[in-house]
Nanobody, 125 residues
């Protein structure tokens, strides 16, 4: 399987914005669900936002600040992150072919999705 490739991470101050992008493989997908997850040091991986054909879900902690979107022409999955907080600091992972559920409350295992290598986001003053 071809892994998605993330980009756009970096170090910013609180209140700043970042845009993460994930280039998704062009092969036919078994699932239309894809999303962004994050893992902070010492914490479990958690769902940030998911995107399906006609539905998006967001973690409560990012609602109103983050926006997930899909660019089919460029085969990318994007995450616009605004008003960043120190607690947003984590490694962010893009996942495609997520199944059988599509929600930030679902924790797909290594076989339930195709994962990227991650991109680091650090928010500190």
């Amino acid at each position: 399987q071809v892994q998605p490739v993330e980009s756009g991470g970096g170090s910013v101050q609180p209140g700043a914005s970042l845009r993460l992008s994930c280039t998704t493989p062009g092969y036919p997908h078994r699932s239309s669900c894809m999303g962004w997850f994050r893992q902070a040091p010492g914490a479990e991986r958690e769902g940030v936002a998911t995107f399906d054909t006609d539905r998006t879900t967001y973690a409560n902690s990012v609602k109103g600040r983050f926006t997930i979107s899909r660019d089919r022409a460029l085969n990318t999955l994007n995450l616009e992150m605004n008003r960043l907080k120190p607690e947003d600091t984590a490694m962010y992972y893009c996942a495609v072919d997520i199944g059988p559920f599509c929600s930030v409350d679902y924790r797909p295992s290594s076989i339930d999705a195709v994962w990227g290598q991650g991109t680091q986001v650090t928010v500190s003053s």
